[in-house]
């Protein structure tokens, strides 16, 4: 079975902090990991996917296959960065994407 | 930059009556799906479209939904019978194989 747990439902952090949205998953095979922003009013846009390590909006995120993670986080945080993140695993065959139950992110000036 | 489109934006239908709910996916993606999100709650997957056919389906999608490529560019969602816990934001997305972009979604409420 697939899972995503996104512990935290509220995120809140000062202008310039460092932030990091924390995504655990459950997958018994080979998973796609996705970070997927909502600005507000917006639709769902992908920021990050664990394959192309690539660096969007300042905003990295690293799969851990050992702790099962794959974390976001950005090293100084802005306010253009409030926003509702999910973090989503896709099974096998471009299938299924199981989201987490996502993280609200409000970064104050 | 290419889209997925869904239409209309906004619906509202009575309870028990069908609704049919459009997207146009991005024209050279071969995997299709919707998704629903209820307000306040996650987004869930409904199911997933692939060479014509049903890839995956979750619990949710049941007989009320079934989904349907018309043509080579439209991608549907019909629910059959309306109930109220059906009102939702529903989301189409496409993908090549890996990302999926989505639509902007339609609201449905049911009264």
């Known amino acids: 079975a697939q899972r995503v747990t996104q512990p935290e439902k509220l995120l809140s952090v000062f202008k310039g902090a460092p932030v990091e949205l924390k995504c655990n998953y459950s997958y018994s095979g080979s998973p796609e990991l996705f970070w997927y922003v909502q600005y507000s009013r917006q639709r769902l846009q992908l920021l990050l996917r664990?394959?192309s390590r690539e660096s969007i909006k300042g905003f990295t995120a690293d799969l851990n296959k050992g702790e099962t993670s794959f974390h976001l986080k950005k090293p100084f945080a802005q306010e253009e960065d409030s926003a509702m993140y999910y973090c989503a695993l896709m099974g096998a065959n471009a299938g299924k994407s199981t989201f987490g139950d996502g993280t609200t992110l409000t970064v104050k000036p | 930059e290419p889209e997925v489109t869904q239409t209309p934006s906004h619906q509202v239908t009575q309870m028990g009556q069908e609704v049919i709910l459009r997207c146009v996916p991005i024209s050279n993606h071969l995997y299709f799906y919707w998704y629903r999100q209820i307000l306040g709650q996650k987004v869930e997957f409904l199911v997933s479209?692939?060479?014509?056919?049903?890839?995956?389906k979750s619990e949710i999608f049941d007989d009320q939904f079934s989904v349907e490529r018309p043509d080579g560019s439209n991608f549907t969602l019909k629910i059959r019978s309306t109930k109220l816990e059906d009102s939702a934001m529903y989301f189409c997305?496409?993908?090549?194989?890996?990302?999926?972009?989505f639509g902007q979604g339609t609201r449905l409420t049911v009264v």
């Open positions: 664990h394959i």
């Open positions: 997305a496409s993908s090549e194989a890996g990302e999926a972009f």
């Open positions: 479209f692939y060479n014509n056919e049903i890839s995956e």
